[in-house]
């Protein structure tokens, strides 16, 4: 792979080009934004077209591309979370690395993944090196919130924003690398969030088409007014009470789609474009004031999980509430 291959980070990756050809490296970057969005794919090219032998960026064919795509090079190094955190002595077996000049490249680069879950010692013991950096070191911090680093790292690292990328990106690489119909790459694009890793989990997840499957039914109980099969259904949200947040998604987005229908006609900004057949159904027996209401129930349901209201009470009440609709 190289930075071609990458999606969605044209102007950083022109960015980081013009700063390897001009010799104008940073000691220190943070790469910041959401999960799954690149970050750590692209501090590996990075790397590679740092130390690239043939001088092309990244030409897959030296001997420094070869091991850095084949994650043995000397002179790139990887430190993930050991656990949930990267450890103190993680930092220090890195403090006493970074002193021993690269074996083969001008450059020994450290990436450090999920830099935000370090503790303060640790990230104490990286600021130490920060203060003197050896000339021929880099450090790439990968994170998604950088403001959970010490401001005095911050201070000494140059910060690169990441972000989401473009559904229609993701649904143009669904489309491309994993031969998807475009209706369903526009599904899995949407529920994406904007991280192509997250789109890909999701188009390989039966787990996540099977709770989808199971949420339009449920709406389709919710207008039938079937209050027994109704509340059955609650065992469904126990088992997937750490998925409550996509399922509600799943609730605002089936509604929203209702309600792009009952106003418009038009199919083609639908995102369950591979449902019509449903919708047309449910369009046809819901008042466009009760998809309205519908949606302001799922979203007071979401408010109420966030300030810890009671998780069974909550949900029976959304269904009760969206049923009297």
């Avoid at 792979?1 to 000691?27: P, V």
């Avoid at 949930?84 to 083969?104: C, V």
């Avoid at 009470?241 to 792009?260: S, V």
């Avoid at 519908?294 to 069974?312: A, G, Y």
Wanted: overall charge negative; proline content about 2%.
């Amino acid at each position: 792979m190289g930075f071609e291959k990458i999606i969605g980070h044209g102007k950083i990756i022109d960015f980081l080009r013009t700063a390897i050809k001009s010799d104008r490296l940073a000691h220190a970057y943070i790469f910041e934004g959401p999960e799954g969005v690149g970050k750590k794919l692209v501090s590996i090219e990075f790397a590679k077209a740092i130390n690239c032998k043939s001088k092309s960026l990244g030409c897959k064919i030296c001997s420094s591309c070869v091991k850095v795509n084949k994650d043995n090079h000397p002179d790139v190094n990887i430190i993930e979370p050991d656990g949930n955190s990267i450890k103190n002595k993680q930092i220090e077996g890195f403090q006493n690395d970074i002193l021993l000049r690269p074996y083969e490249s001008n450059r020994k680069i450290f990436i450090i993944e999920a830099s935000d879950t370090m503790t303060i010692s640790a990230q104490n013991r990286l600021l130490k090196i920060l203060e003197e950096p050896p000339q021929y070191a880099m450090i790439i911090l990968v994170t998604e919130n950088s403001h959970n680093l010490l401001p005095t790292i911050r201070s000494r690292s140059q910060r690169i924003k990441f972000n989401r990328i473009p559904k229609k990106l993701i649904e143009e690489y669904l489309i491309e690398n994993y031969n998807i119909e475009s209706k369903d790459a526009s599904v899995f694009g949407e529920f994406s969030d904007g991280s192509l890793e997250k789109a890909i989990n999701i188009y390989e997840s039966e787990e996540f088409k099977g709770r989808r499957e199971m949420v339009i039914d449920i709406i389709d109980e919710i207008i039938k007014g079937d209050k027994i099969k109704l509340l059955d259904s609650m065992a469904f949200f126990e088992k997937n009470k750490e998925k409550i947040t996509e399922i509600l998604d799943f609730f605002t987005i089936w509604f929203r789609d209702l309600l792009l229908l009952a106003e418009t006609g038009e199919r083609k900004y639908l995102l369950n474009i591979d449902k019509i057949d449903n919708l047309n159904i449910h369009v046809g027996q819901v008042s466009l004031e009760g998809i309205s209401k519908s949606i302001d129930i799922v979203e007071q349901t979401r408010k109420n999980l966030n300030w810890n209201v009671n998780f069974n009470l909550s949900i029976e009440t959304m269904l009760l509430n969206l049923q009297e609709v």
